[in-house]
Every structure is written in C-alpha cells, then in structure tokens.
C-alpha cells in the first residue's frame, strides 16, 4: 500500500471515527434533555398525564370548549407525547382523585374550571379571581395574586387588548408527580400559557427546580393581532401566591 493510499484510508478512517463519536455525544445530549424535561414535568416514560377540561364561559351548552382552550389542550397532549408518556382528557367536574398520583395539567380560571378553583383554594391560597367593577364595561375578571392587580385591559384601552394568564405548578412532596394550573383571563391567554410551559420549561426549571412549586404571570400582548403568539414574563408571585391572607380585622 502506498504513503498516499494509506494517508485516504487512515482519513476515511479518523472521519467515521469522528462521526461515529459525534452521533453518540448528540445521543447522550438528547437523552439527558429528555431526563430532565420529564423530571420537570413528572412524566417518566410510560408514564400517565391527566388534562382537565374547562368548559367554555358563558356558553349554553355546559359541554362547550373554547377553540383556544382546544388549542391549548392540543399543545398539552403534544407535549406529554413528547416525553413518551400518555395523556387522559377527562372533564373539570369529572375529576375525583387526588393529586401526586399523575402529572396533572388542568386548563382554565376558576369559574370555568372547578378543579383549578381547588387548586387554588387549597395550594394557591393567595391567588384570586374577581369581578371588574361596573366601569369597566366588560365581565373579564381581574387576577390578584397577593396585593399585586392583574386587570384585563379592553382594545379601546391599550391596542388589541391585554390579558394575563396563572402559570403555576404545584409540587406536594418528594417523589410525587406535579399539577400544572394554567388559568388565564381569557382562552387565547390559556392557549399562550401552554405554549409558553413548552417552550420555556428549561428556563422554568433553572429558576424555580426541577420539583418546586411556583407561579409566575404572564402577559398576553395585542390577541387580536397576534393571537397567543406574543406571550410575555410579567412577574414571580410564588411567595404571594403560597401565602394565605390573613383575615380582616373586625
């Protein structure tokens, strides 16, 4: 064999050595990756998810599901897959168990959802949802969380709207699966909340751990425009969140 043959074939050689070696680092950055998303989200391979349904607001039919809130559901489900686990859809007032048993993502603001108004009445005790006053000129209700007001804002008040939206995930105790609440002001404001946990779960769990509880609110600009697409960091409330109020002086 000549010095030039030899020198190919110890190239073609160092080159396959090189991809081979580099295949396998992707594969064992992919694998860690996936580790950690279903740390985050409590969803082993295999493993069960439940999505709990709302109910549309305001809709004759009880049964009725917002197109957004579908979205939202959708995205959910997507992302359960992705982790290799299985999703259960299973309606707001049909749910009857407990938590820790299954990762658990539930869909909508407490009128809209019973299991989200638990949730927070139980785990979230500083979160609220209350009625605008008659000024306002629309039924959206304003998020509290704490002392901090969240108010929807109408399109003749700042251009095509703004709504808020809970991002909040409940963690009970070690080696028990989470409950993800997304309660938004409005469906586009669920869909974007969903959207937002998919893209932005690393990000999630380098600030608050992989099995902490937290809440953050985030901010919906100009639905009308841009649907769920632009979605914004508003705040952390998880202190004010997890705190209950004291009650008033009488």
């Known amino acids: 064999m000549t010095d030039g043959v030899l020198n190919v074939v110890l190239g073609v050689v160092a080159s396959a050595i090189s991809g081979v070696l580099g295949w396998l680092a992707q594969s064992v950055r992919r694998r860690r990756r996936l580790e950690r998303e279903r740390a985050f989200f409590g969803l082993p391979a295999a493993g069960e998810a439940l999505l709990v349904v709302n109910r549309q607001a305001g809709a004759p039919d009880r049964a009725s599901v917002a197109r957004d809130d579908v979205y939202a559901l959708m995205e959910l489900a ?16 049909e749910v009857r168990q407990g938590l ?10 407490p009128v809209s959802n019973k ?11 500083g979160v609220s949802f209350v009625e605008p006053p008659p000024e306002a000129g629309h039924p ?36 028990s699966r989470p409950v993800f609440v997304i309660a938004g002001q409005t469906a586009v404001s669920n869909h974007a909340a969903a ?17 902490g509880t937290f809440a953050v609110v985030l901010r919906l600009v100009n639905a009308r425009a841009y649907g769920p697409d632009v979605v914004e960091f508003e705040a952390d409330v998880t202190a004010a969140a997890t705190t209950r109020p004291q009650p008033a002086a009488v």
Do not use: M, N
């Open 78 to 93: 997507a992302l359960v897959r992705g982790c290799g686990a299985q999703a259960t859809l299973t309606g707001h007032d």
């Open 100 to 109: 820790g048993d299954k990762t658990e993502f539930c869909v909508g603001g």
């Open 115 to 125: 299991r989200t108004a638990a949730h927070l009445a139980s785990w979230l005790p």
């Open 140 to 175: 959206v209700q304003t998020l509290l969380a704490g002392a901090r007001e969240f108010r929807f804002r109408t399109a003749a008040e700042e251009p095509g709207q703004r709504a808020y939206v809970l991002l909040a995930r409940i963690h009970l105790r070690a080696g």
């Open 195 to 211: 959207r937002y946990l998919a893209a932005h779960h690393r990000t999630l769990a380098r600030r608050h751990g992989r099995d």
